[in-house]
Nanobody
């Protein structure tokens, strides 16, 4: 199993930006897809973005397209989520997760088998 540690969350005003990081250790990082999910209070954990093992393919939920960018740095065993033009409705705990395979990782939680502890993102109006 891989160990995942998120960082970079915090409080930001609407329209601002944050960059989340997820550092991986343990199991090989570079051969697996990675994803970001979020969970708002009282709601289910939902998909935000995913990136394949090589960083050449990404996919986003419609609500963040054009505002969020997922990327990865193999040398640092780290995946990032750059969040721009943040909205109050982006407030949630953000989790990174490792996909069970390298490509074609979907938006379902079942595609991922290792999870970080989460980092809180709060967007104020």
């Amino acid at each position: 199993q891989v160990q995942l540690v998120e960082s970079g969350g915090g409080l930001v005003q609407a329209g601002g930006s944050l960059r989340l990081s997820c550092a991986a250790s343990g199991r090989t990082f570079s051969g697996y897809g990675m994803g970001w999910f979020r969970q708002a209070p009282g709601k289910e954990r939902v998909f935000v973005a995913t990136i394949n093992w090589s960083g050449t393919s990404t996919y986003y939920v419609n609500t963040v397209k054009g505002r969020f960018t997922i990327s990865r740095d193999a040398a640092k065993n780290t995946v990032y989520l750059q969040m721009n033009s943040l909205k109050v409705e982006d407030t949630a705990v953000y989790y990174c997760a490792q996909c069970k395979w390298g490509d074609s990782c979907r938006h379902t939680l079942d595609d991922y088998d290792s999870w970080g502890q989460g980092t809180q993102v709060t967007v104020s109006s």
